[in-house]
């Protein structure tokens, strides 16, 4: 049992170029998500996915897109790199049961543009 | 939407003293409301966690208390320990609305809590 997977590890794009960072999960939740980690401002959502299926946009979707491929899997595309999006990024998945929302978080991804 | 404030940004104790990070949430409906600690370089990783409907949990050194009347809670761990050193991150949600999307969690900005041997 993996938890919550992402890869790559490290990345380092030029302004510009595109990338696909992926997370898959085994814990056979529905809900999968995407954050951005900056010094001082904590995680900031990105984009998430209730269900298989559905996306929707979180706080910070400028620059990005999604793609729920199926339960498991969710990744996250940046189609045109900007040093603004150098960042940690991480994926989470949970499981919202009655009263309690537990999120899983992968190792994260970081990632630096130039 | 929720927002959630979390104070101080920094913290240093000495070892073995208490340490006290605190949460303030916008959203009346928020019912949800863990703690994560991130060591360096790590994944956040849950710690603690309460519902509404509960003033205060403990478990072991770490304990939580919620006033729903004030919106605010805080995280406190007795006796620190060297390896209480990290960052700390409150959340709010409220999943049990019966909306697609009402899992999303609003996180604070984080408290990094150092302990001075």
């Known amino acids: 049992n993996a938890g919550v997977t992402q890869t790559p590890k490290f990345q380092v794009l030029k302004t510009g170029q595109s990338m696909t960072l992926q997370c898959a999960q085994d814990?056979?939740?529905?809900?999968m998500y995407w954050y951005r980690q900056d010094p001082g401002m904590g995680l900031r959502l990105i984009y998430y996915?209730?269900?298989?299926?559905?996306?929707d946009k979180g706080e910070v979707p400028n620059g990005y897109n999604v793609s729920r491929l199926n339960k498991r899997e969710f990744s996250l595309r940046l189609e045109s790199a900007a040093p603004s999006q150098t960042s940690v990024y991480f994926c989470?998945?949970?499981?919202?049961?009655?009263?309690?929302?537990?999120?899983?978080f992968g190792a994260g991804t970081r990632l630096s543009v130039l | 939407g929720e927002n959630v404030e979390q104070h101080p940004s920094t913290l240093s104790v000495q070892e073995g003293d208490s340490a006290v990070i605190k949460c303030t949430y916008s959203?009346?409906?928020?019912?949800?409301f863990p703690w994560y600690k991130q060591e360096l370089g790590k994944r956040p990783q849950l710690i603690i966690d309460?519902?509404?409907?509960?003033g205060e949990k403990k478990d072991q050194r770490i304990a939580v208390t919620l006033n729903k009347t004030a919106k605010h809670f805080s995280l406190h761990i007795t006796e620190t320990q060297p390896e209480d050193s990290a960052v700390y991150f409150c959340?709010?949600?409220?999943?049990?609305?019966?909306?697609?999307?009402?899992?999303?969690?609003?996180f604070g900005t984080g408290t990094r809590l150092t302990i001075i041997p």
């Open positions: 989470a998945s949970s499981e919202a049961v009655y009263g309690v929302n537990i999120q899983y």
């Open positions: 814990m056979n939740h529905n809900s």
């Open positions: 996915s209730a269900s298989e299926g559905t996306t």
């Open positions: 959203d009346s409906a928020s019912n949800y």
């Open positions: 309460i519902r509404s409907n509960v």
């Open positions: 959340a709010a949600s409220n999943p049990e609305g019966s909306n697609f999307g009402n899992e999303k969690l609003t």
